[in-house]
Nanobody, 120 residues
Framework: VQLQASGGGLVQAGGSLRLSCVASGTIFSIGTMRWYRQAPGKQRELVAMITSRGATDYADSVKGRFTISRDNALNTVNLQMNILKPEDTGVYYC???????????????WGRGTQVTVSS
């Protein structure tokens, strides 16, 4: 199983970016999917999460600006980021709880990360 994130880049403050993450490989089901970010010199933090039924939650710092969504048919999770701020700069990682077979327990998988840089 692999998670491949894309969509990062350089944007001015106030701009928007859309991140996508696709899971591939032998997949029976995907549970909760998450986006994390890590700024230079800081710990990795949870940005947003979405359950398999579509319930969402966000870090206070991004509420009202970011929207997480998923497409279960395509094994994809997206993060629409609007009104970006310089403090949103960091490497964004996708994470997913994936079961590879009906009889297997869910395991955590991580993408390699995509860089988001917001200039002031």
């Amino acid at each position: 199983v692999q998670l491949q994130a894309s969509g990062g880049g350089l944007v001015q403050a106030g701009g928007s970016l859309r991140l996508s993450c696709v899971a591939s490989g032998t997949i029976f089901s995907i549970g909760t999917m998450r986006w994390y970010r890590q700024a230079p010199g800081k710990q990795r933090e949870l940005v947003a999460m979405i359950t398999s039924r579509g319930a969402t939650d966000y870090a206070d710092s991004v509420k009202g600006r970011f929207t997480i969504s998923r497409d279960n048919a395509l094994n994809t999770v997206n993060l629409q980021m609007n009104i970006l701020k310089p403090e949103d700069t960091g490497v964004y990682y996708c994470n997913a709880e994936i079961r590879r077979a009906r009889s297997s327990s869910p395991l955590d998988y991580w993408g390699r990360g995509t860089q988001v840089t917001v200039s002031s």
